[in-house]
């Protein structure tokens, strides 16, 4: 009796008609975009065609879904399907093949071994965006010895707690290198190696050329190089004072108060920037109060403060904690920290969760 091998293996994954119809997807994408001539070309001046890899991980074919579990979004297709898928894409052109797999090997880290939450964010955002990924675990003094690895995780610690790592190294060869949107890249902590995930365009974050190889030549292979690329455990937000030009130029620029990432000073603006959230994702953010001098003193307010008038704390809140401050006598202008004011739109918060900003 013959074996019917799409039924081999893990019982995870998708049925044998669903991959059957993957399968043929996929060939009838190649035979549509990528021809013979065209995948010649690309492989002589060995260029990945980013486009067409974009679209088999978007909506066009979808493939990066198989990688993606269902309750994330995915198909939660099982290693066998990915076997077979690989040696489809293989079959078209290594290099392409490279490249979607890529996304596949890049998530891996998240995929086995991030918290719920971390999961969440990413797999989704996978899912949703088509995100390309990247695997960066090789560096010139590290491949098969991974216990070699040289790039390094410095804790950042705020107030006695960590809240970040800066990261410092190298990584070589790193498929998807130069095209993709999200890396996974393993680095030393004093605690041992872990994964981080870091995102194109994240401050000290560069990646080379690619390298001009002699086989797969179609898959974008890159250096990475990481100079004191943050990552946060949390989002730290502060206020901060600052200047910006908010008249035309040539006119003096505006001191202006306003909200930024601490590790990104670029994102400092008036307005601030929002920060957005995903349903049931979990953001954690932590509000600094960063108007201080240079000896780490709070600033005055601006403008006076009399706290008869100008207190945003209105009667109510968890067991009526919150009520407006009486005064025997007349009080002096407020001193004090500025208060910061934090509110959530869209959301659902416990009223002593909320700022109260109508006050
Ligand atoms: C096209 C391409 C794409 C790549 N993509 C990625 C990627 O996406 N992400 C990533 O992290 N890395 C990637 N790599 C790196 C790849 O994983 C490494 O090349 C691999 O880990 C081997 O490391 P190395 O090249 O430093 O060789 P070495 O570790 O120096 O090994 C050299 C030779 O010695 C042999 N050898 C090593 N140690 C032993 C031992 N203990 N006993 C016996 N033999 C041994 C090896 O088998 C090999 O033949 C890519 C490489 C290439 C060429």
Redesign the pocket.
């Known amino acids: 009796m013959a074996t019917d091998v799409t039924r081999v293996g893990p019982t995870k994954g998708l049925d044998a008609e669903m991959l059957d119809m993957t399968l043929e997807a996929i060939q009838e994408f190649a035979d549509r975009h990528l021809p013979a001539d065209l995948v010649l070309r690309l492989d002589h001046e060995d260029e990945c065609p980013v486009e067409l890899v974009r679209k088999m991980c978007g909506d066009d074919l979808g493939i990066h879904l198989l990688f993606v579990p269902e309750e994330y979004g995915g198909m939660g297709a099982g290693s066998f399907d990915v076997c077979r898928v690989c040696e489809k894409m293989a079959a078209i052109d290594l290099g392409v093949a490279t490249s979607v797999l ?1 996304t596949a ?1 890049g998530s891996d880290p998240i995929a086995v071994g991030a918290a719920a939450d971390q999961q969440k964010l990413w797999l989704t955002r996978m899912a949703e965006e088509g995100l390309l990924f ?5 560096e010139p003094e590290a ?3 991974l216990g070699a690895l040289k790039t390094t995780a410095t804790p950042i610690e705020q107030v006695g707690r960590v809240v970040g790592y800066r990261l410092n190294g190298r990584k070589q ?3 998807n290198g130069g095209i993709a949107d999200a890396y996974t890249v393993l680095a030393n902590t004093p605690g041992g190696p872990s994964w981080f995930v870091i995102e194109r365009g994240a401050e000290g974050f560069t990646q080379a050329n690619p390298e001009d ?1 002699h086989g ?1 030549r179609l ?1 974008n ?1 890159a250096a990475l190089y990481l100079d004191d690329v943050p990552v946060d455990l949390e989002a730290l937000v502060a206020v901060r004072q600052f200047q910006q030009q908010v008249l035309p130029s040539g006119l003096p620029p505006t001191t202006v108060w306003s909200y930024g990432s601490v590790n990104h000073p670029a994102t400092l603006n008036y307005p601030a920037f929002t920060v957005e959230a995903g349903a049931d994702a979990p953001v954690r953010v932590r509000w600094i109060n960063g108007l201080v001098d240079g000896s780490g003193h709070f600033l005055p307010h601006l403008l006076p403060v009399d706290p008869t008038l100008h207190w945003a704390n209105p009667p109510g809140g968890a067991k009526g904690r919150d009520s407006r401050p009486t005064f025997g006598a007349t009080p002096g202008p407020y001193t004090g920290p500025v208060p910061m004011v934090t509110h959530l739109h869209g959301g659902h918060s416990t009223e002593e969760s909320d700022g109260y900003p109508e006050a």
């Open positions: 890529a090997l990247a695997y960066g675990a090789t491949g098969s010895d060869w790193i498929s190889k797969i898959s292979t």
